[in-house]
Structure formats: structure tokens, C-alpha cells
């Protein structure tokens, strides 16, 4: 899985641009400010249906324009898919796979599975632990079918309880969602539980590389204590909650704590180290899922060189090219990514002021 082409119109500081991507590294080379990480956002609008960048759709749109649009082809197998995606200032979206208008964005994401490390990414460790369930889900997504059902279910449900704990009713009315509740909760943790066992050790073998003066531990919390039953907590928490006004304990509070000679990393590492680990953790779950799934997923890094010494950014490179994976890098200099272009199928862009050229063949 690989984009084959990709247009922008109307998309941050880009009216109109067209790339012809290699399927191995494609390396953006511009100023500040001329519009290479607009491209990775680009990207990661159509296989994520929002920016990274920004939750508001008007931000993206072109100045002064109504709506920004998105075509790309991406390459399945032996067959190509060409899919399309346009905003407007108002909201409305419009997606097309293979012709067809589509509803969900889900759909799109499906078939293009994206990986993003950019210089803030490290808050993935830093950050609040909604960010590391979002990592688990990510992978969730693509090796479980049901899973997405699950976590809407749950979401609901949950939505549904806090709901009654607002209106203070009786426990009697509570039970009733409870119980389903409950069940979709065990359901929901064995699938992150299951996962986050199966990345671990994937993690661990690329931060061996990355970082090997540290054994890391990863530590899978369900989101309420091991040995309870949910069901029990739900019902002795209900004083809590009532007073709280949603509920306290389930798997919208789990989280994987990440550990180094004793430490939680957020408090032991260094920033470029804090990096490291967050692109072993975005690297491992490519190798997942090429694993398992046999799915390709597009690697988007944003501003390559930041916190990265060379022999780092030589490690980082590597781990890259090994995975055999479409990558779409941004840098200010060239001589910051000489590493990363050691493959045939590499290319260069340059971008100036929104405009993209392609440069060369790398090699
Ligand atoms: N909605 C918009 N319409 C037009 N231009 C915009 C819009 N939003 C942002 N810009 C401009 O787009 C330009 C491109 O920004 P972008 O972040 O893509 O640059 P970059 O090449 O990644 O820069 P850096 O190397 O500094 O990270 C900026 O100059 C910004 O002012």
C-alpha cells in the first residue's frame, strides 16, 4: 500500500500541487514556511480525516478560499484505488472511494493506515494518557475487525451512564446499563490487553537499538483495579460517581506506563531519547501490522533532523529503509536526511512557497 499520486487544492499555503511519489522515501526539502509539513498534513488528513495540527477545518482551507480538496491513488496489491476528500469553511465533507461517495471516514482509513512522528510527537510519553490509548487503538483498528464496533459501543454506553449519573437516578435504572456496560468493557480491555502484549516486545527490539542503555517495561493498565470486577467497582463507586457526575473507573482510564531503571521515562529521559522511543513505539506498530496483517502503512515525519544527533538520525534511517515502508520526510537541508536516501526508489521535492518541483532521482 503505497500513494501513487497525490493532489492538493486549496490546502493551507497550496492552491494547487501534484506529487508523483516514489513507494520508498520521499524526501521534502524547503525554507521555513513554505509548505512542506502542509504536505504531511495533507496526507494525514485523508487517511485520518482531521490534521494534526489543528481541530478546525477552516485553518486548513487555502486563505481566502471555501473549501480545500484532496485527490490521491494508492496502489493495493496489483490493483489502484483512486479516492478523493474535500472540507468546506461550513463543515461539509465530501469523500469518494473508487468513484463512489463514501460516508465514514473509517472507510478511508482502513485503506490507507498512517504513522506520524513530528518534533512534538514525544508527548505521546509526556502527555496525558488519552494518548496512549489512542496508540493501542491505532493498532486495534487495523488487526481486529470487531474492534471499532466495540469501542463505539462502549462509547455510547458510557455516554449513556454518565448521562443518568447527571440526572442523579436510582441505582435500580443504572443497573440495566451496567451490566451491558460491562460486558463490552471486558471485551474491549482483553482486546488491549492482548494488544498491548503483542507490541510489547516488537517496542522493545527497536528501542534496543535505538537506546540500548535502557530495558524498558511496559505496564498495561485496564483502566480499574486487576483484581476486581468492573462490575463491582461500577456498583461500589456509585456514590462517587454520582457526585462526580460521570464515571470514575473502566477503560476510558486505561493506559500503558512506560518504565526505565525504575523511572516513568517522561521523568528519566532526554527529549531526543523521549523521540527515540516514541519512533521505536510508531515503528513497532508498522512492523505489526505488516506482520500480521500484511498492511502497509505510510510514515509521515515532520521536521527529520529536530532532536536527533546523526548517528540517531543514521539508526532512524535504517529501521526506515528495513521496513520497506512509503515514508514522506521534511527537512530544511538535504544533508540532514544523507542517510535516508540509500534506496533506489527514493525521490526529492523541493517545496517553495507552496509550490512543489520535483528535484531528482536520489540516486
Ligand atoms: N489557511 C492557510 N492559507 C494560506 N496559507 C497558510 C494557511 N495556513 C498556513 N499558511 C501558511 O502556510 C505556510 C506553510 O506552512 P508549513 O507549516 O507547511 O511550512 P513548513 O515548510 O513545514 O515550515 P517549517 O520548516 O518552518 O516547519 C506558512 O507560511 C503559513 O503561514
Redesign the pocket.
Known sequence: MALLNLQLKDF??IAHGRLIPATGINVLI?A???????ILEAIHYLGVGRSFRTHLTG?????GESAFTLFARICQGDDSLPVGLSKTRGGDTRLKIAGRAAERLADLAHILPIQLIHPEGYNLLTGGPKLRRAYLDWGLFYSHSRFFTVWGQYRRLLKQRNALLRQQRPYTELRYWDQQLVTIAEELSLFRQQYAEAIEPVIRSIAADFLPEYDFTFDFFRGWDRQTDLAQVLAQGLERDLGLGYTHSGPHKAEIRIKARGMPVQDLLSRGQLKLLVCAMRLAQGRYLKTESNQDCIFLID?FASELDEHKRALLAHQLNALGAQVFV?A?DVAQLSQMITRDNSKLFH?KQ?EITEHQECE
Open positions: 493551507r499555503n524547503g521555513n514556511g513554505s509548505g512542506k509539513t502542509s485553518r486548513v482551507i487555502h486563505q521536521d521534511s530544511i517545496v507552496g
